[in-house]
C-alpha cells in the first residue's frame, strides 16, 4: 500500500469541480483508492465519497492506493491534490 498526506489550500476545501478531476483521475487505476480524514474514508473512484466527507481548507487528508498500479496511483493522484487543491 501506498499513501499520501497532504493539507488542502484552496478556500473552498474540495468542492464538485476538483472532486470530478479527482473522481476520473482514480477512475483510470486498478488499484483501491480512498482519501481519509478524521477516522472516516470515502472511495476516490466515487463522486460522493470524496463530497461526503466535507474537507474543507487546512484540513489534513490521507490518500492511500492499493493494488497491482499503486504507486502509478499514489504519485498521479498527490500530483492533482497539489495542483488542484
Same mark, same amino acid.
Given at each position: ?19 470530478? &478531476?479527482?473522481?476520473?483521475? @482514480? ?27 466535507? &474537507?474543507?481548507?487546512?484540513?489534513? &487528508? ?5 493494488? =497491482?498500479? #499503486?504507486?502509478? @496511483? @499514489? #504519485?498521479?493522484? =498527490? ?7
Amino acid at each position: 500500500m501506498k499513501e499520501f498526506k497532504y493539507v488542502i489550500q484552496d478556500d473552498q476545501g474540495i468542492h464538485a469541480r476538483p472532486a470530478g &478531476i479527482l473522481v476520473k483521475a @482514480a477512475g483510470g487505476f486498478k488499484s483501491d483508492i480512498h482519501i481519509h480524514k478524521d477516522g472516516k474514508q470515502g472511495d476516490l473512484k466515487r463522486i460522493f465519497g470524496v463530497m461526503g466527507l466535507c &474537507i474543507k481548507k487546512g484540513d489534513e &487528508i490521507r490518500v492511500t492506493a492499493e493494488g =497491482e498500479d #499503486e504507486v502509478e @496511483a @499514489a #504519485e498521479k493522484m =498527490e500530483k492533482l491534490f497539489k495542483e488542484n487543491l
